[in-house]
């Protein structure tokens, strides 16, 4: 499956964004998917997940009450919901498939998007 992230831009502190991922397949269904962030210099970090169904969700506790993801499997498509961002939230945001269930590392994950890039100015 391929994905495309988009959605991404610069945002005033305290504002709101919407990303997406779409897939490139139907089967994108069958898949749990997962947001991750990367700032400047720094790791590629875990945001949240979303089980098939979207009845099974696990955050970050860096971005729970503040973030918010979700599905729509009719249009191969997770978002990603952000809101009250703070200028840390800054980072290239990637989506990606989930291998394993229930794991924040990298390697639990895969394919990966290309990213797309959220600015919050303060």
């Known amino acids: 499956v391929q994905l495309q992230a988009s959605g991404g831009g610069l945002v005033q502190a305290g504002g709101s964004l919407r990303l997406s991922c779409a897939a490139s397949?139907?089967?994108?269904?069958?898949?749990?998917m997962a947001w991750f962030r990367q700032a400047p210099g720094k790791e590629r970090e875990f945001v949240a997940a979303i089980s098939p169904s979207g009845s099974n969700i696990y955050y970050a506790d860096s971005v729970k009450g503040q973030f918010t993801i979700s599905r729509d499997s009719a249009k191969n498509t997770v978002y990603l919901q952000m809101n009250s961002l703070k200028p840390e939230d800054t980072a290239v945001y990637y989506c990606?498939?989930?291998?394993?269930?229930?794991?924040?590392?990298?390697?639990?994950?895969?394919?990966w998007g290309q990213g797309t890039q959220v600015t919050v100015s303060s």
């Open positions: 990606a498939a989930v291998k394993r269930w229930g794991t924040t590392t990298t390697a639990g994950f895969g394919p």
């Open positions: 397949e139907r089967t994108f269904s069958s898949y749990p």
